[in-house]
């Protein structure tokens, strides 16, 4: 056998007849690099030899999943510490050693879950490959992961309560300052302590990451934020101890710039609750309990932790299935929107064995479902994970951002102890003397304009956003948004309106279409149908009125047979119309075509087996999806159309925008790797989207937009919601963007200027020769001149309007 020829043996899950393995050997066969498949049908094991340089082990996996079925694997859990910059080298890496079917790291919990095929290999041989590149490597219990989880959930409360010690810390300082007599003025030194104290204290975790990332050689903005923090903080401790009334003292500083870090941590902590709580409730509409058939026919319900892949479930109208598998006995109509996006529910039957998924609702019929995938392997599962890890995402300008503002750190360290030494050192000065101009340094490079120069702008432009409709979730979205190249943009819901409707009637043999509309809307009004709710609607749009119906006979798959007055109207598909030995049908044919060529419904109108009508269905175009995607084209982003419904549906979508790349027939996981594809080759992507199937998408791409009347967690995904539903909005959003940036530019320009001019001064480069200094207090008011600017500067864009 050849090097690159691979001999994997798995075990099938969810086979049963000679149809089962017919499908998934179809579905192998599109990989392109399978040499051999042989399974048994009673056992369910498989032998498949492919060529490695064309599949792997995940490549066969998603082949079967795809077919309706799922392979055995098993699960490991392990804890390793990664830089960002190492999560996509690591899953790359530990995704191609053999037998391994996935592996996702999660940047939050610090936790990789590895899932690998365990008749290919054992998970020490999968732990001992990884800990040869990976030595830091360690198995993580489930003890050990809900241990990390609940650490990073805690502290909200700390981060209120010192936000509004430090805001209290900044207005008493300032009353003082400009001459009001507060109580217990005499004591306010150390009232200002104690609440800087407070403030230190409860925001202790940021700064001993500061101090860390300090101490490992890469510090980042916590660890400026510490720095200036602690060195006001101890010389202010210093004054307050052995001269209390020789010296100023700068609480207020410490207390103000950790407290109002402490009010951002809180926001963000606050919003990942949010995401936690839209996930819980996601999770809760899982099925609880499931009805297993036993070997007798009898069923027995269950709780939904104890059915084992293999079971069959019985489902009845109006539940949810209850894992995911396939149909083996009966028919009904499955409402897949919550996975696929599309609004009318399918046929499922167990002719065809087509596969359900758990958490999809039957509206109509009654099914047993073989179960092939439960618990935390079904796609609802999935999305709820892929949700949970995406929502703490970071891009790599935020990383850029933090290195950025290290390197200023050390600058600014190494100019504080300079100026030290050469007063103490080489002028004789005093330590106390010494020590001011070096604090002087640290105060006038307080990281508090800094700080404030970018987010004052996102704040006020999170504002203007909200005034156009839109919601920015993310501090950094509308930086990185200019970045943008490739925009993914989901059809149903998104460049849809995303609910069937009657968009033409064709009269057929010169009928009156009014008179076919009465009679078709009267045989539907007992219907549940989304189709048969469009026709309603339709009707009631148009001041039609339904007539009493009898008789009413709803075929599966093919539409409703009603009474109405003396006449047996049918209405539904070509097929019913022919199953009913239907005359004058010839006429029928070239209308059908032509409607389906435009990727929408044919519905047939028949009145005693006459066909009289045409009724045209299909899923409206927003009237501004033209222009979104005109615009898109314009600034130099690439449109790609990603859906699950038809590819015939989408290239007729496709044709009528403009767009020329299209991805249809997409499943939530399809999704989530177009967009990492498409990532992996350097492209940002914004992905636009509005369902569960879109929520892993959204939070996976560089920039996550939500429509909002989607889904809760899809919202929760999503770095942007469009609250007003309005696609102009997005193309609105680019244009804040814009002007948001060059604010942040020009606060930027003015927080560093003042740093160069003032720095020169503050180490005492004018002492000797015209004896001027910058003392520490000084150096606040320059800073506090520095944060005017900045804010009046960001202010002006609450002014701003779009063109």
């Given at each position: 056998?050849?090097?690159?020829?691979?001999k994997?043996k798995?075990?099938?899950?969810?086979?049963?007849?000679?149809?089962?393995?017919?499908?998934i050997r179809r579905?192998?066969?599109?990989l392109g690099?399978?040499?051999k498949?042989?399974a048994?049908v009673?056992s369910?094991e498989?032998?498949?030899v492919?060529?490695?340089?064309?599949?792997s082990?995940?490549?066969?996996a998603?082949?079967?999943?795809d077919s309706?079925y799922?392979?055995?694997k098993?699960?490991?859990?392990?804890?390793i510490?990664?830089?960002?910059?190492e999560?996509?080298?690591?899953e790359?890496?530990?995704?191609?050693?053999?037998g391994v079917?996935e592996?996702?790291?999660?940047?939050?919990?610090?936790?990789?879950?590895i899932?690998?095929?365990?008749y290919?290999?054992?998970?020490?041989?999968?732990?001992s490959?990884?800990?040869?590149?990976?030595?830091q490597?360690?198995?993580a219990s489930?003890?050990?992961?809900e241990l990390i989880e609940?650490?990073e959930?805690?502290?909200?409360?700390?981060?209120?309560?010192?936000?509004?010690?430090?805001?209290?810390?900044?207005?008493?300082?300032?009353?003082?300052?400009?001459?009001v007599?507060l109580p217990?003025?005499?004591?306010?030194?150390y009232?200002?302590?104690v609440?800087?104290?407070?403030?230190?204290a409860?925001n202790l975790?940021i700064?001993?990451?500061?101090l860390?990332?300090?101490s490992?050689?890469v510090p980042?903005?916590?660890?400026l934020?510490?720095?200036?923090?602690l060195?006001t903080y101890i010389y202010s401790?210093?004054?307050l101890?052995f001269?209390?009334?020789?010296?100023?003292?700068?609480f207020?500083?410490?207390?103000?710039?950790?407290?109002?870090?402490?009010?951002?941590?809180y926001?963000e902590?606050?919003?990942?609750?949010?995401a936690s709580?839209?996930i819980?409730?996601?999770?809760?509409?899982?099925?609880?309990t499931?009805?297993?058939?036993?070997?007798d026919?009898?069923?027995?319900?269950?709780?939904?932790?104890?059915?084992?892949?293999g079971?069959t479930v019985?489902?009845?109208a109006?539940?949810r299935v209850?894992?995911?598998?396939?149909?083996v006995?009966?028919?009904?109509y499955?409402?897949e929107?919550?996975?696929?996006?599309e609004?009318?529910?399918?046929l499922?039957?167990?002719?065809?064995r087509d596969?359900?998924l758990?958490?999809?609702?039957?509206?109509s019929?009654?099914i047993?479902?073989r179960?092939t995938?439960?618990g935390?392997d079904t796609?609802?599962s999935?999305?709820?994970?892929?949700?949970?890890?995406?929502?703490f995402?970071?891009?790599?300008i935020?990383?850029?951002a933090?290195r950025v503002?290290?390197?200023l750190?050390?600058?600014?360290?190494?100019l504080?102890?300079?100026?030290f030494?050469?007063?103490?050192?080489?002028?004789?000065?005093g330590v106390?003397?010494?020590l001011?101009?070096?604090?002087?340094?640290?105060?006038?490079?307080?990281?508090?304009?800094?700080g404030?120069?970018?987010p004052?702008?996102?704040?006020?432009?999170?504002?203007?956003?909200?005034?156009?409709?839109?919601?920015?979730?993310?501090?950094d979205?509308?930086?990185?948004?200019?970045?943008?190249?490739?925009?993914?943009?989901?059809?149903?819901?998104?460049?849809t309106?995303?609910?069937?409707k009657?968009l033409?009637?064709?009269?057929?043999?010169s009928?009156d279409?009014?008179?076919?509309l009465?009679y078709?809307?009267?045989a539907?009004?007992?219907?549940?149908?989304?189709?048969g709710q469009?026709?309603?609607?339709y009707?009631?749009h148009?001041?039609?009125?339904?007539k009493?119906?009898?008789?009413?006979i709803?075929?599966?798959?093919?539409?409703v047979?009603?009474?109405?007055g003396?006449?047996?109207?049918?209405v539904g598909s070509?097929?019913?119309i022919?199953?009913?030995?239907?005359?004058g049908?010839?006429n029928i044919?070239?209308?059908?075509?032509?409607?389906s060529?435009?990727?929408?419904?044919a519905?047939?109108?028949?009145?005693d087996?006459t066909?009289?009508?045409?009724?045209?269905?299909g899923d409206?175009?927003?009237?501004?999806?033209k222009?979104?995607?005109?615009?898109l084209?314009?600034s130099g982003?690439?449109?790609?159309l990603?859906?699950?419904?038809s590819?015939?549906t989408?290239?007729?979508?496709a044709?009528?925008?403009g767009?020329?790349?299209?991805?249809?027939?997409l499943?939530p996981?399809?999704?989530?790797?177009?967009?990492?594809?498409?990532?992996?080759s350097?492209a940002?992507?914004m992905f636009?989207?509005?369902?569960v199937?879109?929520?892993a998408?959204?939070?996976?791409?560089?920039?996550?937009?939500?429509?909002?009347r989607?889904?809760?967690i899809?919202?929760?995904?999503g770095?942007?919601?469009?609250?007003?539903n309005?696609?102009?909005?997005?193309?609105?959003?680019?244009?804040?963007?814009?002007?948001?940036?060059r604010?942040?530019?020009e606060?930027l320009?003015w927080a560093?200027?003042?740093?160069?001019?003032?720095?020169?001064?503050?180490m005492?480069?004018f002492?000797k020769?015209?004896g001027?200094?910058?003392?520490?207090?000084?150096a606040?008011?320059a800073?506090?001149m520095?944060?005017?600017?900045v804010?009046?500067?960001?202010?002006?864009?609450l002014?701003?309007?779009p063109?």
């Amino acid at each position: 056998m050849s090097n690159y020829l691979k001999k994997e043996k798995f075990r099938l899950i969810g086979v049963d007849c000679a149809a089962c393995i017919y499908s998934i050997r179809r579905s192998l066969e599109k990989l392109g690099g399978i040499v051999k498949f042989e399974a048994d049908v009673g056992s369910g094991e498989a032998v498949v030899v492919y060529d490695s340089r064309q599949v792997s082990t995940k490549d066969i996996a998603k082949a079967v999943r795809d077919s309706g079925y799922d392979i055995e694997k098993r699960q490991l859990q392990v804890f390793i510490d990664l830089e960002e910059a190492e999560v996509s080298s690591f899953e790359k890496y530990v995704s191609r050693l053999s037998g391994v079917v996935e592996c996702r790291y999660s940047p939050v919990t610090k936790v990789a879950v590895i899932l690998f095929n365990p008749y290919t290999v054992s998970e020490s041989e999968v732990l001992s490959e990884i800990k040869s590149k990976f030595p830091q490597l360690r198995e993580a219990s489930e003890e050990v992961v809900e241990l990390i989880e609940e650490r990073e959930s805690g502290g909200y409360a700390g981060r209120l309560v010192s936000f509004l010690a430090g805001l209290s810390a900044v207005a008493y300082h300032s009353l003082l300052a400009f001459g009001v007599v507060l109580p217990l003025y005499e004591y306010s030194p150390y009232m200002l302590f104690v609440l800087a104290t407070v403030v230190i204290a409860l925001n202790l975790d940021i700064v001993l990451r500061g101090l860390r990332s300090l101490s490992r050689g890469v510090p980042t903005m916590d660890s400026l934020i510490s720095l200036s923090s602690l060195v006001t903080y101890i010389y202010s401790t210093a004054v307050l101890s052995f001269a209390p009334k020789h010296g100023e003292v700068f609480f207020e500083a410490s207390a103000g710039v950790l407290g109002f870090v402490a009010a951002g941590k809180y926001l963000e902590e606050r919003l990942r609750r949010r995401a936690s709580r839209a996930i819980m409730r996601l999770a809760e509409l899982a099925v609880r309990t499931a009805r297993v058939v036993n070997t007798d026919g009898s069923t027995q319900e269950v709780g939904i932790d104890s059915v084992k892949v293999g079971d069959t479930v019985e489902v009845k109208a109006g539940e949810r299935v209850p894992v995911d598998g396939v149909v083996v006995d009966g028919q009904g109509y499955v409402d897949e929107s919550m996975f696929t996006g599309e609004p009318t529910p399918k046929l499922k039957t167990s002719e065809t064995r087509d596969s359900v998924l758990a958490g999809s609702l039957l509206v109509s019929g009654y099914i047993r479902v073989r179960a092939t995938r439960v618990g935390e392997d079904t796609s609802l599962s999935y999305i709820i994970r892929a949700v949970r890890e995406a929502q703490f995402f970071k891009p790599n300008i935020q990383r850029l951002a933090d290195r950025v503002v290290g390197y200023l750190t050390w600058a600014v360290l190494f100019l504080s102890a300079a100026t030290f030494c050469y007063w103490f050192l080489v002028e004789g000065l005093g330590v106390g003397e010494a020590l001011l101009f070096a604090v002087s340094v640290l105060a006038v490079t307080c990281p508090c304009p800094l700080g404030i120069a970018i987010p004052m702008v996102i704040s006020l432009a999170s504002i203007k956003a909200a005034q156009l409709g839109l919601l920015v979730r993310r501090s950094d979205v509308l930086e990185r948004l200019l970045r943008v190249n490739v925009a993914i943009l989901d059809k149903t819901g998104t460049l849809t309106v995303g609910k069937p409707k009657v968009l033409g009637v064709t009269p057929l043999n010169s009928f009156d279409p009014t008179i076919a509309l009465e009679y078709a809307c009267s045989a539907e009004l007992k219907s549940e149908h989304p189709l048969g709710q469009a026709i309603l609607d339709y009707c009631t749009h148009y001041g039609i009125s339904p007539k009493y119906a009898s008789d009413y006979i709803h075929i599966p798959g093919l539409g409703v047979i009603a009474r109405v007055g003396d006449s047996e109207v049918a209405v539904g598909s070509y097929r019913l119309i022919e199953k009913m030995n239907s005359s004058g049908t010839d006429n029928i044919a070239p209308v059908i075509e032509k409607v389906s060529s435009m990727g929408r419904t044919a519905v047939v109108v028949a009145i005693d087996k006459t066909p009289v009508a045409v009724l045209e269905i299909g899923d409206e175009l927003r009237p501004e999806g033209k222009y979104l995607v005109r615009f898109l084209v314009e600034s130099g982003v690439k449109p790609i159309l990603a859906t699950g419904d038809s590819a015939k549906t989408a290239s007729v979508i496709a044709s009528e925008l403009g767009i020329d790349s299209i991805y249809a027939e997409l499943r939530p996981e399809d999704k989530v790797e177009l967009v990492e594809s498409i990532q992996s080759s350097g492209a940002r992507v914004m992905f636009i989207g509005d369902g569960v199937n879109d929520a892993a998408a959204i939070g996976r791409a560089f920039v996550g937009v939500a429509m909002g009347r989607g889904s809760d967690i899809s919202k929760e995904a999503g770095d942007v919601v469009v609250m007003s539903n309005d696609l102009f909005s997005i193309v609105e959003l680019f244009k804040l963007a814009k002007m948001s940036k060059r604010k942040s530019m020009e606060n930027l320009f003015w927080a560093f200027a003042y740093n160069l001019l003032l720095v020169p001064m503050a180490m005492g480069f004018f002492y000797k020769s015209f004896g001027l200094m910058l003392r520490p207090e000084a150096a606040a008011i320059a800073m506090i001149m520095s944060d005017i600017s900045v804010i009046l500067n960001s202010l002006t864009l609450l002014r701003w309007r779009p063109k």
